[in-house]
Each structure stands twice: as structure tokens, then as C-alpha cells.
């Protein structure tokens, strides 16, 4: 039950408080400054070594060196190479819940970055493709427990009045993991040796490095200090940080107020783990959005573009080495630069109007881009290549207002407490493994049927836009305990319909016996 409805008699709620003058603004208090100068470089670049990747992988095919150490890889061989990454991600996720919520939300981080340091460690040293794809392997491994850990602490610690915008950014320091390589692949380029490839492999480490170091400055999730009974702790850490060390702030007292009856209630609930997800219509609901959110942030054209950019700029006539790396420096510039402002949209715009709105975008975008491939391909016309590229880059704005902010804030906005940390190895494992069938298929699609294969990605996107519409709630303007009233409201309707439906039937039942017998 939500909390804006039980306490309401015992003090303002955190949406009221927030509303009122003192806080109706952006300012940071000191104690808020030093919180996120930690809370940055502890998680807010876990989604770097994501992006890193990403964008190492489609720089790597540009690179000469790279090619020929492991033998100019292509098709299902490639394909592999880049989808074992997604499988370690996929092995690990049945580890990231549990480990979260036994151990914290700190711990778990930890864990997973000292593992994605091994990794690309391993990755960096490599010469045959067989070391390659196992270092890949264990890198993705670790990426699940940060990853899925990362956006859960994000939302549970930041200040209220800055949760929505922090845990958008979450994502978008994907595209600074992609900056990064982008760049540094096209200065390495020349270099005339295979560190033109293990320079950039090796950097990949740099986010995990910088997680390790500050993940022990960082405190604990209060929520879950406070389920794990240190009440005392985690009321330390909202006055500390929320508060900026005032015990009577009135804002920290409708926090922890909101918190512990919230999580007060989700403990009586008797169903754990996977059981919580079909327990109620809205929590089916809840799975249906993680899931159709997943496969979006993979199958919505994005996949086929950043992992195989060289191929599609060499189906549209641009095959120049340096030009390839430089056109994928300045894309992923211009995608961190639309995705750094749309996550400040967040704070005023309705979620419903960005999934939709952008949804619609990425149809338009999408298929004008796949016109115009095929217009260069099969009349060789040099204006519709040109036209190409520039749908590349329109594209993801649309794709960056839509999915690049939302994907992570808005899952850990619609979970409960209890099934936040399932529910976000569940948004990564589906979302990893729809990238591990795109990476493992979509070099077998191109070489087979080339630009029309394009057209799967366009059908796609108009599903997954109806899905945004008909089945993605409204979330703007809540707390992260007061969004359960919103679900709240999907079981009294189902109740209602089933006790109607249960009236229905016992009056048919009545009047069926009250019939006469046949003479």
C-alpha cells in the first residue's frame, strides 16, 4: 500500500514537502555537493563500460591491426565476437539480485567492477580470437552486477528533488563510455602496431577503476538499511545528505516516514522473487513493461546502427578508414549531447508523451533511413547516401529523447522496494539477451539480404510505439514510494471487474434456476 495514503495524517507527504518553496528549486546544498562529487564516479559511469564497449567493438572493425590479428573475423564469427560480451551479462543475472540484497547495493558494485577490470585486462592482452571472446565473456559478467545495481542506488540515495534527472543521466553516461572509445580509436588509428586496438581495449577499464576507488566513500542505500533493520544508520545518512545535517528537517522526516511504512507493508507480503511478478495485475504489469522496455532499448534499429556502423557507411559509399572513425566520433558526440538534454527533460515532461512522442520519431527516422540505403544500393544514387548519413544522426535524437533517459529511471521509478533488484536484472537480462540474438544475427541478415533487412527493425519500432501507448502509465510528479498508488489503482479496477464479472454470473445463475420446467 502506498504510503501517500496511510501517514498522510501524520505529516505532509515527500511530493508535498518538495512543492513547497524551500525545496521548489535546484540549489545544492553542501552536503548534497559532496554526496554526488562520490555518487558520480561510484555509479554514474557504470553505464560507461556498457558504452565503451558498444562503440569499441564497431571501432575495432575500422581498425586494420585489429583485423588482422584476429584474421579479418566476419558474419557468424563476428557476430560471436560481439555477442559474447551480452552472454557473460546473461550468465551473471542470476546472481545480481540475490548478491544485491543480501549484501547491498555498494558491495554488489564492487564485485562487479573488480571483475570487468579482470576481464578487460585479459581482453587487452589477447591474440586469438578464442581469448578474445573469453575475456569478452567475463567482462559482460561483471557489467549485469554493476549495471543492474547502479540506477537501484542512484535513485534510493540521491535527494529527492534531483532523483529523476541523476537517474536519467544514468544512461546517458553510455554514450561517454562510446565518446570515449570513438576518439581514441580514431587518434590511435595510426599507430602502426597492434596498439592501435589494445590502447583503446585497455581504457575500457577506466570506469570500473574509478568505481572501485569510490564505492567506499559512498554510504549505503538507506531503503535498504532500513528493510535490513539499521534504522538508525540510514536516518543518519537522510540527515546527513538530504537533510545537510538538520534532524528536525522536515524533509527528511517525511523521507524516512514514507520509507519505513512502505517497506513496513511490502514485508508482510508473503510471495518472494519471481512469484512477486504474477502475484497481481499490476505487478504482471510491471513484468510486461520491464520486458517490452528490454527488447526496445536493443531492437528499435539502434543495435544495427552503433555495432555495425563501418558496414552501413560502406553501403552507402563512405569505405575510408579515418573517415569511418571520425563519422563515429561525431555521431556518438552528437548522442550524448541529445541524451545529457533529454534527460533534464525528465524533470517536466511526461514520461507517456517522451515513449510515444519518440516512438513515433524513431518509425519516421527509421524508415526514411532505410529508404534511402536502398535507394543507394539499388541506384547507386549518391544524394540518397548522403541522405542516409543524415537520418543516421536525426535517428537518434529521436531514439535519445524516447529510450536513452526513461530506460533505466522509469523501471526503478514502477518497483516496489521488494522487487527492485529482480526487476532490474530482469530489464538487464532481457535487454542483453535481445542483444545477444541482435549480434549473433544481424551480421548473417546484412551479408544475406542486405539493406532489406532494415525493414525487420521498422516493424518492430511500430510495435513496440503501441505498447508505450496502451500499456506504459504516467509516473511524472510522484515520490519513488507514492508511485505505487498508480499500480494501486490497476488492482482495484481488476478487482472491481472481477467482482462485476462474479455478479454477472451468479444473476444468470439465478435466473437460470428460476426458469419453469418444460411441460
Known amino acids: 500500500m502506498s504510503e501517500d495514503k496511510t501517514e498522510a495524517h501524520q505529516g505532509p507527504s515527500v511530493t508535498q514537502v518538495l512543492s513547497s518553496e524551500k525545496y521548489n528549486n535546484w540549489s545544492f546544498d553542501n552536503s548534497v555537493v559532496r554526496l554526488y562529487s562520490i555518487l558520480v564516479p ?161 581504457i575500457q577499464a577506466l570506469p570500473a577503476v574509478l568505481q572501485i576507488i569510490f564505492i567506499f566513500f559512498l554510504p549505503e542505500s538507506p531503503r535498504w538499511l532500513i528493510y535490513k533493520d539499521r534504522c538508525e544508520e540510514a536516518l543518519q545518512i537522510l540527515i546527513k545528505y538530504h537533510g545537510d545535517g538538520d534532524a528536525q528537517d522536515e524533509l527528511v522526516h517525511a523521507e524516512y516516514r514514507e520509507i519505513t511504512e512502505t517497506l513496513r507493508a511490502e514485508k508482510e507480503i508473503k510471495s518472494a522473487g519471481l512469484k512477486l511478478f504474477i502475484s497481481s495485475p499490476s505487478n504482471r504489469r510491471r513484468i510486461l513493461i520491464l520486458v517490452s522496455l528490454a527488447v526496445a532499448g536493443q531492437w528499435s534499429g539502434n543495435g544495427l546502427v552503433s555495432y555495425y556502423l563501418s558496414k552501413i557507411l560502406a553501403t552507402i559509399g563512405i569505405k575510408n578508414q579515418r573517415k569511418q572513425t571520425f563519422i563515429n566520433g561525431l555521431l556518438t558526440t552528437t548522442n550524448w549531447c541529445t541524451a545529457v538534454f533529454a534527460a533534464f527533460m525528465t524533470g517536466k515532461v511526461q514520461r ?90 544481424n551480421p548473417v541478415g546484412l551479408d544475406s539480404i542486405g539493406w532489406k533487412y532494415y525493414f525487420v527493425f521498422v516493424g518492430w519500432i511500430a510495435v513496440e510505439t503501441s505498447i508505450f501507448y496502451f500499456a506504459y502509465p504516467e509516473t511524472l510528479g510522484h515520490s519513488l514510494e507514492g508511485i505505487g498508488q498508480i499500480f494501486d489503482r490497476i488492482d482495484e479496477k481488476a478487482a472491481k471487474k472481477a467482482e462485476k464479472g462474479f455478479t454477472d454470473v451468479e444473476h444468470v445463475s439465478n435466473v437460470a434456476i428460476s426458469l419453469p420446467e418444460k411441460q
Not at 580470437?129 to 543492474?148: C, D, K, M, P, S
Not at 545495481?149 to 544514468?170: D, K, M, N
Open 42 to 202: 561510484a555509479c554514474l559511469v557504470v553505464c560507461a563500460t556498457n558504452g565503451f564497449d558498444s562503440s569499441l567493438l564497431n571501432g575495432l572493425q575500422s581498425v586494420n591491426a585489429w583485423k588482422e590479428t584476429f584474421h579479418h573475423p566476419k558474419g557468424a564469427i563476428l557476430g560471436f565476437m560481439t555477442a559474447s560480451y551480452p552472454l557473460g551479462a546473461v550468465l551473471s543475472t542470476p546472481f545480481s539480485a540475490p548478491i544485491s540484497d543480501r549484501f547491498g547495493r555498494r558491495w554488489t558494485i564492487l564485485f562487479g567492477s573488480i571483475i570487468m577490470v579482470a576481464g578487460t585486462i585479459m581482453q587487452a592482452a589477447s591474440n586469438t580470437i578464442g581469448v578474445f571472446i573469453g575475456a569478452r565473456i567475463i567482462v559482460g559478467f561483471g557489467i549485469t552486477l554493476a549495471l543492474a545495481t547502479g540506477p537501484i542506488l542512484i535513485s534510493e540515495l540521491a535527494h529527492p528533488r534531483h532523483r529523476v534527472v541523476f537517474t536519467a543521466l544514468y544512461n546517458t553516461s553510455w554514450y561517454l563510455g562510446a565518446l570515449c572509445v570513438a576518439w581514441i580509436t580514431y587518434a590511435s588509428v595510426n599507430i602502426n602496431n597492434s596498439w592501435s586496438w589494445r590502447l583503446p581495449t585497455s
Open 352 to 441: 507517456r508523451k517522451m515513449f510515444v512522442l519518440g516512438g513515433i520519431g524513431m518509425f519516421l527516422t527509421f524508415s526514411a533511413l532505410t529508404i534511402s540505403v536502398g535507394l543507394y544500393n539499388e541506384r547507386n544514387s549518391s544524394a540518397a547516401g548522403r541522405a542516409a548519413l543524415g537520418f543516421v544522426f536525426i535517428y537518434y535524437t529521436t531514439y535519445n529523447i524516447c529510450l536513452n533517459p526513461l530506460f533505466y529511471l522509469y523501471p526503478a521509478e514502477i518497483l516496489p522496494y521488494r522487487m527492485r533488484a529482480m526487476g532490474m536484472s530482469i530489464l538487464v537480462f532481457s535487454n542483453k539477451l535481445a542483444l545477444f540474438f541482435n549480434q549473433l544475427v
